[in-house]
């Protein structure tokens, strides 16, 4: 049995993220990305196999090179449903603004 990895499971390493913001910037190669971390360029590897298998990171095939670019609808998803938590905390503000002004006025 396959299993999927989870877009969240994804980001939630730090290194992932530095990865994410690295490529923020344009496509890079594997090799580029290793530059920037004091990890084996096997450890970066399988932090990009990560990303890739969560979508969140395309691979691109230019001669015999590998360029890894983010992709932006992914990340749309992540951001909509984050948007969903921060639309529920607003609400639950505003009801401890309320319940504040109640016991405020007593």
Excluded at 86 to 96: I, P, V
């Amino acid at each position: 049995m396959e299993t999927r990895r989870d877009v969240f499971q994804a980001i939630a390493d730090p290194t992932r993220r530095a990865i994410m913001l690295l490529l923020t910037v344009g496509a890079m190669t594997p090799n580029a990305i290793a530059e920037h971390f004091n990890s084996s360029r096997q450890a970066v590897s399988k932090h990009l196999q990560i990303l890739v298998e969560c979508e969140i990171v395309k691979q691109e095939q230019k001669g015999r090179e590998i360029n890894y670019h983010l992709n932006a609808d992914k990340m749309k998803d992540i951001e909509k449903w984050l948007e969903q938590f921060k639309q529920l905390l607003a609400k639950r503000f505003d009801q401890l603004d309320s319940v504040l002004e109640q016991l405020k006025s007593r």
